[in-house]
């Protein structure tokens, strides 16, 4: 496992390892989220969920219990119908869209399929972190400091992707490209990392690099982890509590050793063995 | 429903669009008393005609400057044509894809507009602006924007819908604004496909600038419609050899372009 830390770094202090982090902050705060497309059926139901600095939570369920919507009502790619989200020690649920965006440059998103823009670098896809903080002019013009770059370069190399950086995106493996999204989520010095099933396109070989990435960046730089997860025992290995959400609702939120038999058959209707032979 | 009956039931369907298509073929044939077999046994005299008349002579091959400083005007109109239009429908595209539109009305305007100057065809652009701009190359000019506009429209938003919407997310969650998006997010990935169906236009708009010019009395259609009207089928010939080269020369290098952008 690599450790990540970014010595002499003026830009970042997130970066350097928290020292016993003894009273844990609230990064997040969801109270009573409710999500619904078609203003008929509730796709979620009323979800309460706090996140400390730091934690490593996995959020799990079939596929279309509403994962993927409760991690895009948080940072307001999709609008939540109802609820509060505080994040930051800020109420954010209906802050205006240039003020949302100071917001998500503070939260980085990791996607199943990368979300890379193909044809550029990936030096660039990671600059493309910085957006948030500049202004179009800078972005459009891509105009980044020294400080950036440099930063971008650092964490690059702490994720083993240094021979890569002027590689175009689509020449790179499925586990090199979650690595380039890894960086540009980093880049943005956040808090909060959204990781919507970052390992469900990879091989077990390439899951558990990117899995071991996520929980060194929740132990040594206090960033909060939030991730969907399809796979029962990946969550049970890495985190530090698990939710459990089931058609919308959130039917088990513990610490792992508390997800047995009888709460799996909970959230998923079946026991773990039928989900394996599956 | 079970996969069976699903199968079973576009079987029926693909039998019925092929009797339907059938029927059709007959229907229109007998009623426009269009007869194929008489129509397949004229191609051999037509042949013969063709290899006789329209191959160029040795005085029509002094004219070639002449065709070719015509041909020159046509290339050049559809070339600009071209790429104006494509500048328009860059921009309508953007606020007509799923993936980039701001604003459901704007983006259907956009849509609706373009669909509109897509279906008029490009010759009955050019009999109506003929009337209000003239026999001129303006006229041309207009006639294959439009057309092309249209046209670019729909290919642009089909682009930037089937390359970039993952890209899109990811910006939009860096807290990237709108522009940054487009600008670092769509173009990238859409540029080369986006350039390939410009170089396409130019090809198809050689074609449409001469028969234009036939309406226009501009460029090479101009000088087609000069020789067609004295029945000097040797240099009607020519200039048909000659268009064709052309069109063969910007294909050639639109495909050589292509590959080194992608
Ligand atoms: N954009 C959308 N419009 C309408 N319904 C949607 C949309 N996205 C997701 N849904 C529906 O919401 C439910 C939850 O989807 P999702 O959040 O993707 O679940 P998961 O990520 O757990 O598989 C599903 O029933 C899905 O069909
Ligand atoms: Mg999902």
């Known amino acids: ?278 | 429903m079970t996969e069976a009956n699903i199968l079973r039931r576009k079987k029926w369907r693909m039998t019925g669009v092929m009797i339907v298509l059938i029927v059709l073929t007959y229907g229109s044939a007998a009623i426009t008393k269009f007869n194929i077999i008489e129509g397949l046994f004229a191609i051999p005299s037509t042949l013969a005609w063709m290899i006789n008349n329209l191959v160029p002579s040795a005085e029509t091959i002094e004219n070639i400057p002449k065709v070719l400083k015509r041909l020159w005007e046509t290339i050049i109109l559809s070339v600009i044509a071209s790429t104006t239009a494509a500048v328009f429908a860059l921009l309508f595209a953007i606020l007509g894809a799923q993936t980039t539109q701001f604003n459901r009305f704007f983006g259907f305007v956009a849509r609706f507009m373009a669909s509109i100057f897509r279906n008029v065809p490009v010759i009955a652009w050019a009999l109506v602006l003929v009337i209000s701009f003239g026999h001129n190359v303006v006229t041309g000019y207009f006639a294959l924007f439009f057309s092309t506009f249209g046209f670019l429209v729909r290919m642009f938003i089909e682009t930037i819908d089937e390359a970039s919407s993952d890209g899109v997310e990811a910006l939009m969650a860096t807290g990237a604004t709108y522009f940054q998006m487009v600008c670092k997010g769509v173009l990238p990935d859409t540029m080369p496909q986006m350039l390939s169906w410009i170089f396409y236009m130019i090809e198809t708009n050689i074609r449409s600038a001469t028969l234009v010019g036939l309406l226009t009395g501009t460029g090479i259609g101009y000088l087609f419609d000069l020789y067609y009207k004295k029945l000097d089928y040797n240099m009607l010939g020519l200039i048909t050899i000659m268009i064709i080269a052309v069109v063969f020369i910007i294909e050639f290098t639109s495909n050589k372009v292509r590959k080194v952008i992608s």
């Open chain 1, 1 to 278: 496992m690599t450790t990540i830390v970014l010595e002499r770094q003026p830009l970042q202090s997130a970066f350097t390892i928290a020292p016993e982090r003894e009273q844990t902050n609230t990064i997040l705060q969801l109270t009573n989220i409710a999500k619904s497309y078609d203003h008929k059926s509730m796709v979620l139901n009323d979800i309460n969920l706090s996140l400390q600095e730091g934690e490593f939570v996995s959020i799990i369920g079939q596929s279309g219990a509403g994962k993927s919507t409760l991690l895009r009502c948080i940072n307001r790619m999709i609008e939540p119908s109802n609820g509060k989200i505080i994040f930051d020690q800020q109420d954010i649920t209906s802050i205006n869209k240039r003020a949302m965006r100071q917001q998500r440059a503070k939260m980085g998103m990791i996607f199943q399929h990368y979300n890379l823009v193909s044809r550029l670098t990936v030096f660039e896809n990671v600059l493309h972190g910085r957006f948030g903080y500049k202004s179009t002019m800078q972005g459009v013009l891509s105009i980044y400091t020294e400080e950036e770059k440099r930063l971008a370069l650092s964490i690059l190399e702490k994720l083993d992707m240094k021979d890569q950086i002027y590689k175009r995106c689509d020449q790179l493996s499925g586990g090199q490209k979650q690595r380039v999204g890894i960086a540009r989520a980093l880049v943005q010095e956040p808090k909060l990392l959204l990781c919507d099933e970052p390992i469900a396109s990879l091989d077990p070989n390439s899951s558990k690099v990117i899995m071991d990435h996520l929980k060194e960046i929740s132990q040594s730089m206090g960033i909060t982890v939030l991730v969907n997860l399809h796979q029962v025992d990946v969550a049970m290995r890495y985190s530090d509590r698990i939710i459990g959400l089931r058609k919308g609702e959130k039917v088990f939120d513990d610490i792992p050793k508390q997800l047995n038999q009888l709460a799996i058959r909970n959230i998923y209707g079946t026991s773990v063995d039928e989900l394996i032979t599956e």
